[in-house]
């Protein structure tokens, strides 16, 4: 079965950090661009980052730069989200979706082959 699954969500406090990790299975990972969006409740889901296929490139909304961090490790088919200095406002259900070629937008989510299951990241004291 070809699917994403997400890990290492949970609740933190305000100035805390979190990594998730998105591992992909039934698939080689390393053909794909890979991103990160998130949901909160009543809001659109919205792009927070992305990296290109051979992790050359990466790109984040504003909020985010300087906090957040996608990395990938190809030889373990997976991607990663390191999220520094956590706020209330990062609280949100987290997707990795994964795009088939070189690169891949946070800009819009259509398009994109695979998706996770969401981890759910909640941030409050």
């Known amino acids: 079965q070809l699917q994403l699954v997400e890990s290492g969500g949970g609740l933190v406090q305000p100035g805390g950090s979190l990594r998730l990790s998105c591992a992909a299975s039934g698939f080689t990972l390393d053909q794909y661009a890979v991103g990160w969006f998130r949901q909160a409740p009543g809001k659109e889901r919205e792009g927070v980052a992305c990296i290109t296929r051979w992790g050359d490139n990466t790109d984040y909304r504003d909020s985010v730069k300087g906090r957040f961090r996608i990395s990938r490790d190809n030889a373990e088919n997976t991607v990663y989200l390191r999220m520094n200095s956590l706020r209330p406002e990062d609280t949100a259900v987290y997707y990795c979706?994964?795009?088939?070629?070189?690169?891949?937008?946070?800009?819009?989510?259509?398009?994109?082959?695979?998706w996770g299951q969401g981890t759910q990241v909640t941030v409050s004291s």
């Open positions: 979706a994964a795009v088939s070629g070189y690169s891949c937008s946070i800009l819009r989510s259509i398009g994109y082959n695979y």
